[in-house]
């Protein structure tokens, strides 16, 4: 069974603050994914990272896949009150029976105070 | 997010009852996958169906949980005799049929059981 381990689980901070959400596995994804979800509703994905050591940008936000494919980081500058949400990381599993089966890490509550 | 559609946003039943969740997924996309979710928890899935075809159901109880996605129609999502635990919200994706695709998620269906 592959496992994503997401850290931390709660994040609270004042706006402006800088942050990084973590996700590791000891397995390799054929691509990682980031969502966000706002209470009531889906996630909505937020970028899908596939070769490893690539990092991509999102206005505030910058997302790194490990080189090896088995880790993730979110980091978020200048957090502002908009981006209080769920984070979520998922690996995407590759082939076979298991094509496109997500494995999802428990999530981030991210809360910013104005 | 908004190209699948899933209905009902919210299911209320009693305990014994049958619950029926359907999905719809973005138009061109051949593969379904449905997921679980607790509150406050990350996403667990659940069965990944193309088709007529169920290709994983390997996150599903084994009694009084069923799949399905015939030729004609949304896929059902369908829970037989239904407990307090399986009170969740319920998450339908669907993806197009490529090489490290992204799932798009639907706005999910809460089921509350009393």
């Known amino acids: 069974t592959q496992l994503l381990e997401q850290s931390p689980q709660f994040l609270s901070i004042q706006e402006g603050e800088n942050l990084t959400v973590y996700c590791n596995s000891s397995?390799?994804?054929?691509?990682l994914q980031w969502y966000r979800q706002e209470p009531g509703e889906g996630p909505v994905l937020l970028v899908t990272?596939?070769?490893?050591?690539e990092v991509k940008k999102l206005k505030r936000l910058t997302f790194q896949f490990g080189d090896a494919r088995k880790d993730s980081s979110l980091h978020i500058t200048a957090a502002q009150p908009g981006d209080t949400g769920l984070y979520l990381c998922a690996g995407a599993h590759a082939g076979g029976t298991s094509y496109g089966k997500l494995t999802f890490g428990q999530g981030t509550i991210l809360t910013v105070h104005p | 997010n908004a190209g699948v559609m899933q209905n009902p946003r919210h299911l209320v039943r009693r305990r014994g009852q049958e619950a029926r969740l359907r999905c719809s997924p973005m138009k061109g996309h051949s593969h379904v996958y449905w997921y679980r979710q607790l509150p406050e928890e990350g996403l667990k899935f659940m069965v990944y169906l193309q088709k007529e075809n169920i290709i994983d159901e390997s996150g599903m109880p084994k009694e009084r949980f069923s799949a399905e996605f015939p030729k004609e129609g949304p896929s059902i999502l369908r829970i037989q005799q239904v407990v307090r635990g399986d009170s969740a919200a319920y998450f339908c994706a669907s993806s197009p049929l490529t090489v490290n695709t992204e799932a798009f998620f639907g706005q999910g269906t809460r089921l509350t059981v009393v």
């Open positions: 990272v596939v070769t490893g050591g």
């Open positions: 397995s390799v994804f054929s691509s």
